[in-house]
């Protein structure tokens, strides 16, 4: 069956460094896939879609690369300042559904 | 512009009862699918529906029915609810069936006690 992993765990990171988050899949061959950010309570915020034949995408201080052959997707926060604390999922298109990850908290210290 | 819309935000239901949840999509929107998300977990989908229609249903029980209506909203249904049916419902809208880009609303707290 089709499955998205992401860091179980929290990520700590220190304001100011490069936060990296880890998207693998299996036994799929997703046409794009995309990163979402979801603070408590609410629901989830596009942030970057990046497509089977590009391997990065930029957005502002965001940057996401795509291997299909490692069936992995790596997401990058430059600069990273305590507002980018939250939970980033990542999504991979199967039909007509979103098939998520459990999202990675991300908690930048000051 | 207004996005994603909601209701009720938060909702206590008792086991067995009925509950109906709403959303508004984001304006030049079509298409609204509706997701499940535990404490903790991804969302999960329900279903999407597309010109009124269902267009794709995930792994959840027919208790869980839905209506859109032709101004794109939509409706979410649960039967005979379950302690286990408690999450955050979300709705997410787009433009087409792909979801690039889908927009969610603030999402439904159910709680069935």
């Known amino acids: 069956s089709q499955k998205i992993e992401q860091n179980s765990e929290a990520l700590n990171i220190q304001e100011g460094k490069t936060a990296t988050l880890t998207c693998n899949y299996t036994?799929?061959?997703?046409?794009?896939l995309q990163w979402y950010r979801q603070d408590p309570g609410r629901g989830p915020v596009f942030l970057l879609l990046?497509?089977?034949n590009e391997k990065e995408k930029r957005k502002e201080r965001l940057k996401v690369t795509f291997d299909t052959t490692l069936k992995q997707s790596l997401f990058h926060i430059t600069a990273s300042q305590p507002a980018d604390s939250a939970t980033y999922l990542c999504a991979l298109n199967s039909n007509y559904q979103l098939i998520w990850g459990a999202g990675t908290k991300l908690i930048i210290k000051p | 512009d207004a996005g994603v819309t909601q209701s009720p935000t938060h909702l206590i239901k008792t086991r067995g009862q009925q509950v109906t949840l709403r959303c508004s999509p984001k304006s030049g929107h079509d298409t609204v699918s509706w997701y499940q998300q535990a404490l903790g977990q991804g969302p999960q989908f329900i279903f999407q529906?597309?010109?009124?229609?269902?267009?794709q249903r995930g792994n959840f029980p027919d208790r869980f029915s839905g209506h859109q209506f032709p101004n794109y909203s939509s409706e979410l249904n649960v039967n005979a609810l379950l302690l286990g049916d408690s999450a955050l419902y979300l709705c997410?809208?787009?433009?087409?069936?792909?979801?690039?880009?889908?927009?969610f609303g603030q999402g439904t707290r159910l709680t069935v006690v």
């Open positions: 529906y597309y010109e009124e229609e269902e267009r």
């Open positions: 036994n799929y061959s997703p046409a794009y």
């Open positions: 990046i497509r089977e």
């Open positions: 997410a809208s787009s433009l087409g069936s792909k979801n690039t880009e889908a927009f």
